[in-house]
Structures are given as C-alpha cells and as structure tokens.
Nanobody, 119 residues
C-alpha cells in the first residue's frame, strides 16, 4: 500500500505564490518519474510538470518560467513552487508517481489539493 499525501493548496491573489508538497509513504519500492497534473472545473486533467529520478524536468508551456518542480529523494517528497499565479491556474492539483516494486511498475495518484487564484 502506497499513500501520496498532498499539501500546500489554498486561496491566493493573482501574482502570488504557493508551494505544493506531495509525500509518498508505505511500500514504495523505487520511485522513477514524479509529476504534477491539474484539473480545472469542466476540463480534463492536464500535465503540469514532471521530474525524473536524476532531476531532469519538463514543464507545460503554460507554466514555464513561473513554476518549478523539485524532489527530495531522501524524503520521497515532491514539490511544486508556483509563482506569478494567474486565475487560470485555478484547479485541483494532483501528484503522480511511477514506481517499481517487486519487479512491477505502478502508477499512483494523490487525492488532490485545491488551488484557487482570485482577488
């Protein structure tokens, strides 16, 4: 059993910042890619950013230059620093991990954390 616990969401004014965290616990095995996705009301879930186990990052064009993804492998924790937030960043943010355990690959999702950007 693996748990992904997200935190750090909330209400922020346009131009503000938030830092999301996602802590993995349980029988994790070996983590490979970790990432953030988001889903706005009435829209499909979309890619935000990913980071590999060696630190290679990839970002959606809409967040490049404003968001920074990072991870602490010792703590099995993923982060997303979000700056210059805009109203269209409002969404539920989900973390996702790809891991290997007992010779099999697994994809796990967190429960989501709400980010609301509004004045």
């Amino acid at each position: 059993q693996v748990q992904l616990v997200e935190s750090g969401g909330g209400l922020v004014q346009p131009g503000g910042s938030l830092r999301l965290s996602c802590a993995a616990s349980g029988s994790i095995g070996s983590l490979t890619d970790m990432g953030w996705y988001r889903q706005a009301p009435g829209k499909q879930r979309e890619f935000v950013a990913t980071v590999t186990n060696v630190g290679t990052t990839n970002y959606a064009d809409s967040v490049k230059g404003r968001f920074t993804i990072s991870r602490d492998n010792a703590k099995n924790t993923l982060y997303l620093q979000m700056n210059s937030l805009r109203p269209d960043d409002t969404a539920v943010y989900y973390c996702n991990v790809i891991r290997w355990f007992a010779g099999r690959q697994y994809y796990n999702w967190g429960q989501g954390t709400q980010v609301t950007v509004s004045s």
